[in-house]
């Protein structure tokens, strides 16, 4: 009996490893994109202005430039520039700055997106350094005026 019930667990226990894995997940697609990197980039700038986002894309790519080239191939990357354009459908990346400081429990906007994504979906990153992939519908909510 005792037997029995270790099978069933350790059988029970296999089943969800091998369906949890069964292919990457949303996160793992997501988090390995050049959108990544630049939200965390994005941070590190607010971290070194006083909680003021970049006023443009301009100030914003002189910041990644003059970051060590050790910091930028930590991400995997090679070249700054590549960043800039998503590895999905290929188009430069759409930004909304905002040049304010931020205040202290403000929430996340969004930041950065792909202009046509895959599938109808497309990948979007906030001021908090999160990445995720949403829908047509949530995207305009998210971004009204891209």
Not at 31 to 48: D, I, Q, R, T
Not at 65 to 80: L, T, V, W, Y
Request: net charge positive.
């Amino acid at each position: 009996m005792n037997r029995r019930l270790c099978l069933m667990l350790l059988g029970m226990g296999s089943a969800s490893l091998i369906l949890g894995c069964g292919g990457r997940s949303q996160s793992a697609d997501t988090e390995s994109s050049n959108l990544k990197p630049l939200a965390v980039l994005y941070g590190k700038f607010v971290g070194a202005n006083r909680g003021r986002g970049p006023k443009d894309e301009n100030e914003f790519r002189a910041f990644i430039k003059s970051r060590p080239q050790s910091e930028i191939e930590g991400f995997g990357i090679k070249d700054p520039e590549s960043l800039f354009t998503s590895s999905r459908d290929k188009k430069p990346y759409k930004f909304k700055f905002e040049a304010k400081q931020a205040v202290p429990g403000q929430s996340a906007h969004i930041f950065a997106w792909e202009q046509e994504g895959v599938g109808g979906k497309r990948y979007v990153a906030g001021t908090l350094g999160e990445v995720k992939e949403v829908g047509e519908e949530e995207f305009r909510t998210m971004v009204p005026n891209p």
